[in-house]
């Protein structure tokens, strides 16, 4: 009895010689193994599309639904491209893992140039998601063909092992990708790596079990191809790494000290020249978190406002720099010092490296000092310690992953960990540049029960930057200790002025809290930011 796929391959399968039972058994193990490889291997392509969106953009659920969505659809599309090939099952399964693995090796290196050199990333990373896409796409139904050739099975079990194998593969890919790709080989040497296997599986799998199907003809040119492919896959994998250097200097206007990719985002510290030991900076994500030139004004206006009252027991969320804590050790009274930091990479850089350390006057070598490699709203969570000053000094709240840190359920932890009396100090954002952000973080904050007093100060590497002082159970006064240590940015006259306003400034009434369900300040973070 004919199967309707091998009517419709015509003479051509009808001539292929039949198998063995053994043989036939053993064929499609092989062709469900081909199967289970090629789907880990396209849900890793993915995956690092995604990854490198969030790390070189940050938005992360904006990233992964232009990828996840437009591949979707473009499976679709390579689904009926396919329909044509079926004849030349073999061949074109074959040309197309080949095609895969050279455009998805590569994928994320081009994609990196891209955004580096062209401003072009957008654009590349939608037209790599849709080839790639179809691509995949027409990966089932090929196989499918050549699992029926095989004359063991009807169609509908052929379409159950097809799919499980399928599903089995993106499990192993999904999990692959986090916790063996990227921490063992990185974003470029995984994909390439990725990209070596996937050629690897295409191309075993047609030699071996279909060979017989394939002219001389045919056998040459897709050896020929594959060789090709290694080879541009090898090369680049040769020279990745001088490739990645030259990229990242390209996006940094002053020379890299170091660079780095952790598990939760890229760290890269410059250097200039100038301002009398240089101005170094720390990029994470490529976000500027400090200038050397002019951080002091804006650890000043975090810290010191908020020592202003009880203070033995000091809590910093954030921070891992540690040119917070380098600002609350200036006072000999306070016994206890906490750093929860999410990326440890940035403590121990804060601690080991000479630009960053002696900034820092090498705060982290205080026995006061412990540090907690954690995510602050999680550990906020077990929490049951109870402390005098709290300083929240996040990244903005520019992706899905930093909102919930200016949720009004953060800030009702941060309001648990505080002891009576306790004053709270949290960065918001520019007021100038992105007002309606920085007025729902206060509304964010009153909705959690705190009595908060907004001010700014200028720093000139990020413009005017916003604060909020808050208290429970009443509003706290905005001054400096009476025992401030020596500052350079603030006195009483400049912190008093400092809470007043001009008006294109102004509160903007009527905002609403940002919650984990509504994260309202993601969206006029995004909206804001976007011009400038």
Request: aromatic fraction near 8%; charged fraction near 15%; include cysteine.
């Amino acid at each position: 009895m004919t199967t309707s796929a091998e009517a419709e391959l015509g003479d051509d399968a009808a001539a292929t010689p039949p198998r063995t039972p053994a043989r036939a058994r053993l064929a499609r193990a092989c062709v469900l193994f081909a199967v289970f490889v090629c789907a880990a291997c396209g849900l890793v392509y993915e995956l690092a599309l995604v990854a490198l969106g969030s790390y070189l953009i940050g938005d992360t659920i904006g990233q992964a639904s232009i990828v996840l969505s437009l591949m979707v659809f473009a499976m679709g599309v390579g689904a009926l491209t396919a329909k044509p090939l079926q004849r030349w099952a073999a061949e074109a399964f074959a040309a197309i893992e080949i095609l895969l693995a050279l455009i998805g090796g590569l994928s994320v290196l081009v994609l990196y140039a891209a955004f580096a050199w062209l401003s072009l990333y957008m654009p590349a990373l939608i037209a790599t998601a849709l080839v790639l896409g179809v691509l995949i796409g027409a990966e089932i139904p090929l196989l499918m063909v050549l699992l029926q050739r095989i004359r063991q099975q009807d169609a509908g079990s052929a379409v159950a092992d097809l799919f499980a194998a399928d599903y089995v593969g993106g499990l192993l890919g999904g999990l692959a990708f986090p916790f063996v790709l990227l921490p063992l080989f990185g974003q470029i040497h995984g994909a390439l790596f990725v990209g070596m296997l996937n050629a690897a599986a295409g191309l075993g799998l047609v030699l071996t079990v279909f060979r017989r199907e394939l002219s001389r003809r045919a056998m040459a040119i897709l050896v020929a191809l594959s060789v090709l492919v290694a080879a541009a896959l090898g090369g680049a994998a040769a020279y990745a790494e001088d490739f990645e250097v030259t990229a990242r200097q390209a996006l940094y206007a002053d020379p890299v000290l170091h660079a780095e990719r952790t598990p939760y985002q890229q760290i890269v510290l410059t250097q200039s020249p100038g301002f009398g030991a240089g101005d170094t900076r720390m990029f994470l994500n490529g976000d500027l978190q400090f200038s050397s030139v002019d951080e002091y004004r804006y650890h000043e206006a975090l810290v010191h406002p908020a020592m202003s009252g009880p203070r033995k027991r000091v809590l910093v969320l954030g921070g891992g720099d540690g040119l917070g804590v380098r600002e609350v050790l200036r006072y000999p009274d306070v016994e206890e010092v906490t750093l929860v930091e999410l990326d440890p990479a940035v403590v121990d850089l804060a601690r080991e490296h000479p630009s960053i350390s002696r900034l820092n006057d090498h705060a982290f070598d205080d026995p006061r000092v412990t540090t907690v490699a954690a995510d602050a709203f999680e550990w906020l969570r077990e929490n049951r310690d109870r402390f005098d000053v709290v300083l929240v000094d996040m990244p903005d709240a520019d992706s899905t992953a930093t909102a919930k840190l200016y949720s009004t359920e953060f800030y009702g932890l941060v309001r648990h960990a505080m002891a009576d009396g306790a004053r709270l100090n949290v960065q918001a954002g520019s007021p100038f540049f992105a007002p309606q952000a920085y007025w729902c973080v206060e509304a964010t904050m009153r909705s959690a029960g705190l009595s908060t007093v907004p001010f700014e100060v200028t720093v000139p590497s990020f413009g005017e930057w916003g604060f909020h002082l808050a208290q429970a159970g009443g509003t706290p006064p905005l001054r400096l200790p009476d025992d401030a240590p020596p500052l350079r940015s603030l006195d009483p006259p400049t912190l008093r002025a400092a809470a007043t306003f001009p008006p294109d400034r102004a509160r903007i009434p009527g905002m609403e809290p940002s919650t984990l369900m509504h994260p309202t300040i993601l969206d006029h973070a995004r909206g804001e930011w976007t011009n400038y």
